[in-house]
T-cell receptor, first 118, second 115 residues
C-alpha cells in the first residue's frame, strides 16, 4: 500500500516567486482533492478532480492558483506570485469516487507540503 | 459560519483518564469521518460512520453517529500519551447523489495526554 504521496514535504520561498507541488494518489482512486490547512484550523477545500476533469473550485482558489491532473493520475498545484498569506500546509487526498458504495467515499490524505513564504 | 463545530477545542488530561469529544452540526450528512493528525503530517483516517445511531469501536476508541446523522462523538477510554494529537471530524455531503461528495472539516480538538 503506497498511499498518497506529496512532493516536496517542505518549501520555503520568497514573496512573488512561483511554486509547484505534486501529488500522487492511490493508484485505483478516481478522485483527487486539494486542501489548505493553517495553524489551528481544519483543512479547507480548494478543488477536486474526477479523473482528469476539474469538477469544482473553491472561492479560496484565487486566480494565482491553478491545479491540473492531465492524465487522471498525479496532480500539480501551482501558486503564482506567492504572498505571505499563502503560507500553509497544502494537503492532497484521494478517494475511489463514484465507484464507492453509498456514503463510503472516504478520502485518504497524503503527508502534506508545508509552504513558507518569506 | 462553521458547518461542523467541534468541542472542546483543547483538552489536556492525565494518562489513564477517559474523555469524549464532540462534532455537531445542523445539517444532515451521508457519512462522517474521524481523523487524527499529528504535527507536520496529514490527517489519518480512524473511522467512517454511515448509519444513524451507528457505534464503532477501534481498540480504546468508541465512535458514535447521532440518530439524525447530524452529530458524532469520539470517546477514548484510558487515554495514553500516544493518543495525543488533533482529532478532526469531516462530513460528506452527497451533493450529486453519486455516492461521492466533497468533505467539510471541523477545526478539530487538540488532545494532550500527559504521562
Amino acid at each position: 500500500d503506497t498511499g498518497v504521496s506529496q512532493d516536496p514535504r517542505h518549501k520555503i520561498t520568497k514573496r512573488g516567486q512561483n511554486v509547484t507541488f505534486r501529488c500522487d494518489p492511490i493508484s485505483e482512486h478516481n478522485r483527487l482533492y486539494w486542501y489548505r490547512q493553517t495553524l489551528g484550523q481544519g483543512p479547507e477545500f480548494l478543488t477536486y478532480f474526477q479523473n482528469e476533469a476539474q469538477l469544482e473550485k473553491s472561492r479560496l482558489l484565487s486566480d494565482r492558483f491553478s491545479a491540473e491532473r492531465p492524465k487522471g493520475s498525479f496532480s500539480t498545484l501551482e501558486i503564482q506570485r506567492t504572498e505571505q498569506g499563502d503560507s500553509a500546509m497544502y494537503l492532497c487526498a484521494s478517494s475511489l469516487g463514484i465507484t464507492a458504495t453509498v456514503g463510503t467515499d472516504t478520502q485518504y490524505f497524503g503527508p502534506g507540503t508545508r509552504l513558507t513564504v518569506l | 459560519t462553521q458547518l461542523l463545530e467541534q468541542s472542546p477545542q483543547f483538552l489536556s488530561i492525565q494518562e489513564g483518564e477517559n474523555l469524549t469529544v464532540y462534532c455537531n452540526s445542523s445539517s444532515v450528512f451521508s457519512s462522517l469521518q474521524w481523523y487524527r493528525q499529528e504535527p507536520g503530517e496529514g490527517p489519518v483516517l480512524l473511522v467512517t460512520v454511515v448509519t444513524g445511531g451507528e457505534v464503532k469501536k477501534l481498540k480504546r476508541l468508541t465512535f458514535q453517529f447521532g440518530d439524525a446523522r447530524k452529530d458524532s462523538s469520539l470517546h477514548i477510554t484510558a487515554a495514553q500519551p500516544g493518543d495525543t494529537g488533533l482529532y478532526l471530524c469531516a462530513a460528506m455531503i452527497d451533493v450529486y447523489n453519486t455516492n461521492a461528495g466533497k468533505s467539510t472539516f471541523g477545526d478539530g480538538t487538540t488532545l494532550t495526554v500527559k504521562p
